[in-house]
């Protein structure tokens, strides 16, 4: 069978060129707005990817959700035209090679809705091959540099994201934004603009990045023998990055996966790939990918500032 292609994960570097000359507004068309700092964004899963509809520049269509990514990117062939306010930034990094010379813009209002963040740093790079792979009309890639200034909520249950403004300390300024009850919680540590998670695979401990836009979970193949036996393989996969480059991975299911004792997965969907590249770009030492597998199975919220997971229940299903 000839393996079947995939849109992987972002993890993106970028180096900021600013130009200040225009005021660009992205408006979620969608939205509902709780209040002055809390919005709630419904999204779409294609594939394995959070897809959420948005506006800018008087073009409407699709946004991914990405973690993994630095930056707001912007998908080059919707908006070459506006090629007199790009300038160049040096390189950015991808999973599994890297893209010269993306250009940069710098806008200076992105709004969702009424929420308004200033000064954000978009990259412009070609993404037609995950429009054509996904059969999508892709505007660009939500990323790092506008989430981190909110609490955001990804509820698999709901199909939705509710982003709430927070302060310096972390703390959310709409004291009332979940009808759902906190269950547990887990720290992370921030590489850059990766969530880097203490993981266990059995009794061993891993260090794994959380990326709202992997496809699947990755494991890194050089691991050793005694945490791969937990790796269990089924079937080839074709992975593809933001680059566009491909290679071909060995899928399978990851057992006995947890964060802590009482924080634990059912087996998740992974493949086994070498993250060398990923791990020179960010000069980290992942030894996994955590992605889709993770957000089906824990509805989570994440807080960049204190450096939190936050855990909710899904519903109980009563015949």
Do not use: W
């Not at 000839?2 to 200040?20: G, K």
């Not at 660009?24 to 959070?50: C, G, M, Q, W």
């Not at 950015?92 to 250009?103: A, I, K, Q």
């Amino acid at each position: 069978m000839r393996p079947l292609p995939t849109f992987l994960c972002f993890f993106l570097i970028s180096t900021s060129l600013f130009s200040n000359d225009l005021l660009d507004n992205i408006v979620f068309s969608k939205a509902e707005i709780v209040n002055e700092y809390t919005t709630r964004i419904p999204f779409k899963l294609i594939d394995h990817l959070i897809v959420v509809e948005a506006e800018l520049l008087d073009k409407k269509g699709n946004f991914i959700i990405d973690t993994g990514s630095e930056s707001l990117i912007l998908n080059k062939i919707h908006f070459e035209s506006y090629n007199p306010y790009y300038k160049k930034s040096k390189e950015t990094s991808g999973v599994l090679n890297t893209v010269d010379n993306p250009l940069e813009r710098q806008l200076k209002e992105f709004v969702i809705k009424n929420l308004v963040l200033t000064n954000k740093t978009s990259d412009i790079i070609d993404l037609s091959h995950i429009e054509k792979t996904k059969k999508m009309n892709l505007l660009g890639i939500i990323g790092f540099n506008v989430l981190k200034d909110y609490e955001i909520f990804i509820d698999m249950y709901l199909n939705q994201i509710t982003l709430s403004k927070v302060d310096s300390k972390g703390n959310t300024l709409d004291e009332h934004i979940y009808l759902e009850t906190i269950v547990d919680s887990v720290d992370f540590k921030l590489k850059n603009h990766t969530i880097v998670l203490d993981t266990y695979v059995d009794k061993h401990k891993l260090s794994f990045g959380l990326d709202t836009a992997a496809e699947y979970n990755q494991i890194n193949k050089r691991l050793n023998k005694k945490v791969l036996k937990f790796f269990y393989p089924m079937r080839h996969l074709e992975l593809s990055d933001a680059s566009g480059h491909t290679v071909e991975v060995l899928a399978g299911k990851l057992y006995r996966v947890k964060l802590s004792d009482s924080i634990f997965f059912a087996p998740m969907e992974t493949v086994l790939s070498n993250l060398n590249n990923l791990n020179e770009a960010f000069g980290t030492s992942l030894d996994g990918i955590l992605g889709y597998e993770f957000f089906k199975q824990k509805r989570t919220i994440i807080n960049y500032q204190k450096q939190k997971l936050y855990f909710v229940n899904y519903p109980i299903v009563r015949n």
